[in-house]
């Protein structure tokens, strides 16, 4: 079974930097879509961004568009994502998840429990 592990999470200043990670073991974790999540206090978890198997199709939620990047390394079975530019509204646990593939993915379908995510704070 596979195990996802997000790191990378810490406080960070509005219009800073930072990058996430998430590290995947136990699987074939070419062979599927990654994604990104995230769930802020009082809100639904909501999809970041995702990435498919190649990284030829990457798709972002409106709010995060220009700003964040996602990315995959298929030889070290980890995938990024980059916040640039972070605001106070991105502030969230952030969780990664896999997808059957990028379509399915997009309708909010994952294959995993969800893990212990990483919590991103940024301040005004």
């Known amino acids: 079974q596979v195990q996802l592990v997000e790191s990378g999470g810490g406080l960070v200043q509005a219009g800073g930097s930072l990058r996430l990670s998430c590290a995947a073991s136990?699987?074939?974790?070419?062979?599927?879509?990654m994604g990104w999540f995230r769930q802020a206090s009082g809100k639904e978890r909501e999809l970041v961004a995702l990435?498919?198997?190649?990284?030829?199709?990457?798709i972002y939620a409106d709010s995060v568009k220009g700003r964040f990047t996602i990315s995959r390394d298929n030889a070290k079975n980890t995938m990024y994502l980059q916040m640039d530019g972070p605001k106070p509204e991105d502030t969230a646990l952030y969780y990664c998840?896999?997808?059957?593939?990028?379509?399915?993915?997009?309708?909010?379908?994952?294959?995993?429990?969800w893990g212990q995510g990483t919590l991103v704070t940024v301040s005004s």
């Open positions: 136990g699987g074939t974790f070419s062979a599927y879509a």
């Open positions: 990435i498919s198997t190649s990284a030829g199709i990457t």
């Open positions: 998840n896999e997808g059957r593939n990028w379509y399915s993915m997009s309708r909010g379908n994952v294959l995993n429990a």
